[in-house]
């Protein structure tokens, strides 16, 4: 697993040691790099991210090496989150430790949200909710969720799913505030 693009282009980072975490592919995050680059309004630089069930940090960490503004990881365990970005040395990261389905109250919204819940766990419904109401979605927000591919997924109340790809065993959704 490596960094694909940006300024830590082919960074290596380090991999789980058991199966309790599944990396998002290389090829599958290149691809949704780029759709995410059609589907945003401003370059990345101008984003916060936020890397839910952040596992490896890869997400987050490709992320901060295209230039985002500032990337922050919630994992219940961010062993192997920080771990990867002690390697990079951004400085622009910040960890929470927490449940996705009960996240604290927002500091301030985020521009571009991955989510990564363990597959059919019945996670990301919960987690996009609280996303919702602990005001970490704006009007201007991408909602990126990846599923198994054969895990539904409805668009929560007051989102709407704007593109849906299938890599692999993953489907990626991706949502923005209804109307927006």
Do not use: W
């Not at 199966?19 to 059609?38: K, M, Q, Y």
């Not at 419904?125 to 609280?130: D, K, M, N």
Request: with cysteine.
């Amino acid at each position: 697993m490596r960094i694909i693009s940006g300024t830590l282009r082919g960074k290596k980072l380090l991999t789980p040691k058991d199966d309790h975490i599944r990396p998002t592919a290389d090829r599958a995050r290149e691809s949704v790099f780029n759709i995410i680059s059609s589907k945003l309004d401003e370059p990345l630089a101008a984003y916060d991210v936020l890397d839910i069930f952040s596992g490896t940090g890869a997400f987050g960490l490709e992320a901060a090496s295209r230039g985002a503004k500032s990337v922050t990881f919630v994992d219940l365990d961010l062993t192997l989150t920080e771990k990867n970005a002690a390697l990079c040395g951004f400085k622009n990261l910040k960890f929470i430790k927490a449940d996705a389905r009960k996240l604290p109250k927002a500091r301030h919204p985020f521009g571009l949200i991955f989510t990564d819940a363990p597959y059919n766990k019945n996670l990301t419904e919960p987690t996009l909710q609280a996303l919702l109401t602990q005001g970490y979605i704006q009007e201007t927000s991408l909602v990126i969720a990846e599923t198994a591919k054969d895990e539904l997924l409805p668009p929560p109340d007051g989102m709407e799913l704007v593109d849906e790809r299938i890599y692999g065993a993953a489907r990626f959704s991706f949502f923005k505030l209804k109307g927006k």
